[in-house]
């Protein structure tokens, strides 16, 4: 029979949660989403960037080659190219931490990065950002694309793991998806992914709905603690 069984991870909403956020510059909620606007121009203020009249990508998280960053960083270049700005916020490898680094110096209008660890920092990223990154080459559930959804920030991820189990691709079903998600770990696939999130930031009506699907999701601990109570329900009676 089936011997493994998968169960995510859940968030705690007392500590991510925009409406309440202590770290923030402003507050929101699905019903009023005017608090991300400024959240994300105080993120752009935060780390020198210029307005780039596009979408702001936001990552956090280890800079290592599994998670995915020395791709990333292929693509910085183009995705400043098609009108984003990237705020990167992680500590990893000391060569993926050089790549991005270098390719923040060739744009210092638009790509911003800093090699630390800082909780409040995370919290206004995932608040300010409209996109964030998650390319990791494997990942069994993740926590950073759970905050995104809870933040109304479109995750863009590679659909491996609980990254796949957990956002629903736009391209796929417009109605119902919270994100995008590239299925081959190649710079064509993520660019592609980076063209079509940035066409859907300038067509604000679809963009609002998204964010509000992927706010009302419910990733907290409740529905896991669910699953492992039915899980070993399930055990005990076999």
Not at 15 to 21: L, R
Not at 94 to 114: H, L
Not at 128 to 146: I, K, T, V, W, Y
Not at 151 to 166: C, F, M, N, R, S
Request: proline share 5%; glycine share 12%.
């Amino acid at each position: 029979g089936k011997t493994l069984s998968g169960i995510l991870n859940g968030v705690d909403y007392r500590e991510w949660s925009p409406e309440t956020d202590p770290y923030l510059p402003a507050r929101f909620s699905a019903d009023d989403l005017s608090g991300k606007n400024e959240c994300r121009a105080a993120l752009l203020r935060d780390f020198g960037l210029e307005e780039p009249g596009g979408p702001v990508f936001g990552v956090v998280g280890r800079l290592t080659e599994q998670k995915g960053f020395r791709l990333f960083a292929d693509v910085i270049p183009g995705l400043v190219e098609a009108g984003g700005s990237v705020v990167i916020l992680g500590a990893g490898d000391r060569d993926v931490e050089e790549m991005i680094e270098a390719t923040a110096r060739r744009f210092p209008a638009r790509v911003a990065v800093r090699i630390a660890y800082d909780n409040g920092l995370a919290h206004r990223i995932e608040a300010g950002s409209d996109f964030f990154m998650m390319p990791s080459r494997f990942e069994p559930c993740g926590l950073n694309q759970l905050y995104s959804l809870r933040y109304g920030t479109l995750p863009i991820v590679h659909a491996v793991g609980g990254l796949d189990d957990t956002v629903l691709d736009l391209q796929e079903d417009p109605d119902a998806g919270t994100g995008y998600k590239f299925r081959e770990f190649e710079r064509l696939d993520l660019m592609e992914k980076i063209l079509l999130a940035t066409a859907l930031w300038h067509d604000r009506t679809r963009l609002g709905a998204a964010r509000r699907r992927g706010m009302l999701a419910d990733f907290g601990w409740d529905a896991s603690a669910r699953a492992y109570e039915t899980l070993y329900g399930d055990i005990v009676r076999t």
